[in-house]
Nanobody, 126 residues
């Protein structure tokens, strides 16, 4: 089993920045994909960003939803088995509960995540 714990949410104004963190613990693999999703009130959960790492080939990759490209950056810290989401130029429409997710494979597809965190609230006021 893998446990994920998010942190870093909060209330900010439009144009501000926030950095979300997600720490993984338990039986983690050195080849994995970790992603961020979000769910606004009354809306379906949507993909935000993902990052993959293949320990065997020592390569990684990432992708983003079109709505956050150029504003959000996903990064990882393999030593800490953590992933981060730097969110800049925040907009009121970014308001949502943000969830961290993980799958033990190198796969940037938006499905197949096995483990989920409890979520952290991000609220952007106008």
């Amino acid at each position: 089993q893998v446990q994920l714990v998010e942190s870093g949410g909060g209330l900010v104004q439009a144009g501000d920045s926030l950095r979300l963190s997600c720490a993984a613990s338990g039986r983690t693999s050195s080849t994995y994909t970790m992603g961020w999703f979000r769910q606004a009130p009354g809306k379906a959960r949507e993909f935000v960003a993902a990052i993959s790492w293949d320990a065997g080939w020592n390569v990684g990759s990432s992708n983003y939803a079109d709505s956050v490209k150029g504003r959000f950056t996903i990064s990882r810290d393999n030593a800490k088995t953590s992933v981060y989401l730097q969110m800049n130029s925040l907009k009121p429409e970014d308001t949502a509960v943000y969830y961290c997710a993980r799958k033990e494979s190198y796969d940037l597809g938006r499905e197949g995540y096995q483990y989920w965190g409890q979520g952290t609230q991000v609220t952007v006021s106008s």
